[in-house]
C-alpha cells in the first residue's frame, strides 16, 4: 500500500491538532512524560502556531491511506539548498509497515524538487525507533544537542 499527500490548509488544523494529540500521547508518554507531552502539544500545535506557519512559507502535508488521513509532515525551505523537516509524524497503528519510510522518501522529493541538496531534521536522542528509521533512509547525525 502506498501513502499519498496533500498539502494542508486553515482548514486542516483541526485535523492535523487532532493528530498530533492522538500521537503524541500514544508514543511519546513513556519518553518525555504527560507533563512535556502538554507542554509540547500546547507550543507546537496550537492553532495559532499551525496558522501561522502555514501563512510563513512552512510546507504541512497530510499523508492519506485508504482516503483517511494517517499522518503528517512539515518542513521548511532554507535558502542555500536546505530544508528543514520539522515534523514527520505517523499513527501508532500504521507504524512498522513502511509507511514512515515513504514518508521520509516523499520529504526528500519535494526538498529536492524545490533545488534543496540537503534537508535536515531533529530527533530526540531516546526515539530509537526513529533513529533507526532515520539511519535505514541514509540520514547522518551531524550535532548532539542537549537543550
Known sequence: MTLTFRPATAADIPLLRDLAERIW????????????????????????????????????????????????????????????????????????????????????????ARGCTELRLRVNKSNVRALRAYDRAGFLIIESLVA
Open 25 to 112: 500521547r500514544a508514543c511519546y508518554v513513556e519518553m518525555i512524560g504527560e507533563a512535556q507531552i502538554d507542554y509540547m502539544l500546547d507550543w507546537m500545535y496550537s492553532a495559532e502556531k499551525i496558522a501561522a506557519e502555514l501563512s510563513d512559507g512552512v510546507l504541512w502535508e497530510i499523508a492519506i491511506l485508504d482516503s483517511a488521513p494517517v499522518g503528517y509532515l512539515a518542513t521548511t525551505f532554507h535558502s542555500a539548498g536546505q530544508a528543514e523537516l520539522n515534523k514527520i509524524y505517523l499513527l501508532p497503528a500504521r507504524q512498522g509497515r513502511g509507511f514512515g519510510q515513504q514518508m521520509l522518501a516523499h520529504a526528500l522529493a519535494t526538498a529536492a
